[in-house]
């Protein structure tokens, strides 16, 4: 299994990005997906989760700004962020919660300016 994130880049304080995470390969039951985030010389938190059924869960740091949604047709899931601040400048990792294993994309870096 496979987990391809995109989307990350440099955007001002207030603007917006779209990352998105594909999943390929054999994938069994998929339980949920989710972001965390890891900004420098600290540890890998998570930002928000949704499960195969839509529900979802947020850090309470991000409520209201971002939003997780997935489609489970492409085994893809997306996060849009909104009003971004430079404290969510980090390393941005898509995850993959299956029945039997936790798969790890490689990160998209975004970095918001003030």
């Known amino acids: 299994v496979q987990l391809q994130a995109s989307g990350g880049g440099l955007v001002q304080a207030g603007g917006s990005l779209r990352l998105s995470c594909a999943a390929s390969?054999?994938?069994?039951?998929?339980?949920?997906m989710a972001w965390y985030r890891q900004a420098p010389g600290k540890q890998r938190d998570l930002v928000a989760y949704?499960?195969?059924?839509?529900?979802?869960n947020y850090a309470n740091s991000v409520k209201g700004r971002f939003t997780i949604s997935r489609d489970n047709i492409k085994n893809m899931v997306y996060l849009q962020m909104n009003s971004l601040k430079p404290e969510d400048t980090a390393v941005y990792y898509c995850?993959?919660?299956?029945?039997?294993?936790?798969?790890w994309g490689q990160g998209t870096q975004v970095t918001v300016s003030s």
């Open positions: 390969g054999s994938i069994s039951s998929i339980i949920g």
């Open positions: 995850n993959l919660e299956s029945s039997t294993q936790i798969y």
């Open positions: 949704i499960t195969r059924g839509g529900s979802t």
